[in-house]
């Protein structure tokens, strides 16, 4: 399945989309054209598929100011030489989307696609994450900017100590959906300072275009499917997730498993996980109002009856105008890095993200090199499609073999857009 592409390696360096990735762009097919169906479809089957990673990774805690226990979690993979010394590579980190940590299983997926490609690699948690508040970060989540500040200052602490050893060539960057966002500031930021640090590519995969116009469509969602979602038995529930597991292409889906889509992104993909970041920040900042839960079905329940509305309006009212301002633009901070000189920014996302329903007019002044747009594949859905893992190759370069162990079991949920 995985081309051989002879002119492309991990340390190839081109200013935007290389001209192989863009030619190979034009490929692009689906067997899931729907935008739920193929959103759903990969969160499901991959949360649900337990992936190998390296030997040899380690979950550190990384040191930082800016968490009030000092700290923050990851997973990491250094690069080796036969021996089994460390040997010099490039250093990348990667954001994974809104409210994933680092006991996801895709992190540990993550992990193991640049490891294998000859990168040092860092995953780090979702400051939407319920892991990342309880270390203690000093803004509630959506704080842009300073979220962007504390990753950067982490990515310069594991340089230093990387570039001691001479152990390190280029940094880079990759994130997917707010994590994708949260990258593209980090680059702009970076490229503005004296002394950037960011020297590789930063790759945002399927963002919001507008951040809280994104959390809208998702409160549509649950909105329109509250009362259908909690009405399912658990059986009906099991049905339409084997349904999504063994599915490979759409139209092997049960019919209801294709109209109740919305549903499984909307409840189990972001609101339960929208439940336990409101957990976590009321356990740290007390701001909000969190009753006792005597059982799970007494959280799920109470974590329904949210939206990121309501949520916005009763834990953080006034991050409202921040979202809504130019800050909250992907094309904002794109802009500013190219303006500073960064050329090394590229974006790939789906022309029907539900997330980003009539925002695509914002992408217009991002120059086409920077920028690829495919048809389909709904809200990171298309990084499921065979299609990707042959794009991956075209702009990372083949993955090689490494010695691999099962990841940690976590009860699997579908989480659609991490």
């Given amino acids: 399945m995985f081309l051989t592409l002879s002119l492309i390696s ?6 935007q989309w290389n001209p ?12 899931f054209p729907g935008a739920y169906t193929a959103s759903a479809w990969n969160s499901i089957k991959m949360n649900f598929t337990i992936p190998q990673y390296p030997q040899g ?4 805690d990384l040191k930082s100011k800016h968490f009030k226990s000092g700290k923050l979690p990851g997973l990491i993979y250094l690069q080796k030489d036969k021996e089994g010394n460390l040997s010099k590579a490039p250093l990348m980190l990667h954001i994974p989307g809104i409210f994933s940590d680092i006991r996801d299983l895709q992190s540990f997926r993550v992990l193991d696609d640049f490891a294998s490609r000859g990168f040092h690699t860092i995953v780090i948690p979702n400051p939407w994450s319920a892991q990342y ?56 930021l970076d490229a503005e300072s004296p002394h950037p640090i960011v020297t590789g590519q930063t790759t945002i995969t399927a963002p919001p275009y507008q951040v809280k116009h994104a959390l809208n469509a998702l409160d549509k969602l649950m909105i329109d499917f509250k009362d259908i979602y909690d009405n399912l038995s658990d059986l009906d529930k099991l049905v339409i997730l084997q349904s999504y597991r063994s599915a490979k292409k759409e139209t092997d889906l049960f019919l209801v498993a294709r109209k109740l889509a919305p549903a499984f992104i909307a409840f189990p993909g972001f609101n339960e996980f929208l439940g336990r970041t409101m957990v976590a920040v009321n356990k740290m900042k007390q701001v909000g ?12 329940k109470w974590s329904h009856s949210y939206n990121f509305d309501r949520y916005t309006a009763e834990f953080n009212p006034e991050i409202l105008p921040l979202m809504l301002s130019e800050i909250g633009r992907i094309d904002y901070w794109i802009q500013r890095s190219l303006a500073a000189g960064n050329k090394r920014i590229r974006m790939i996302s789906a022309a029907n ?14 120059p086409a090199e920077n920028y690829i747009l495919i048809p389909k594949g709904g809200h990171s859905g298309f990084t499921g499609f065979p299609w990707y893992k042959q794009f991956m190759n075209y702009i990372y370069g083949e993955p090689k073999e490494l010695p691999r162990i099962p990841a940690p079991h976590l009860p699997p949920s579908p989480t659609p857009g991490h």
Avoid: W
């Fill in 133 to 188: 508040i309880e270390e203690g970060a000093q803004d509630m989540p959506g704080y842009m900017e300073s979220e962007s500040t504390a990753i950067l200052d982490i990515i310069s602490q594991v340089k230093e100590s990387l570039l001691q050893g001479d152990l390190v060539s280029d940094v880079h960057l990759s994130g997917n959906s707010y994590g994708g966002f949260l990258v593209a500031v980090i680059a702009a």
């Fill in 57 to 60: 990774s380690l979950k550190i």
């Fill in 20 to 31: 192989d990735a863009l030619a190979f762009s034009q490929s692009f097919y689906s067997d």
């Fill in 353 to 366: 993200d539900f997330i980003n329903v009539g925002d695509l007019h914002r992408m217009e002044k991002i």
């Fill in 10 to 15: 991990t340390h190839t360096a081109h200013a």
């Fill in 289 to 300: 109002v969190v009753p006792e839960f005597k059982t799970e079905s007494d959280f799920l």
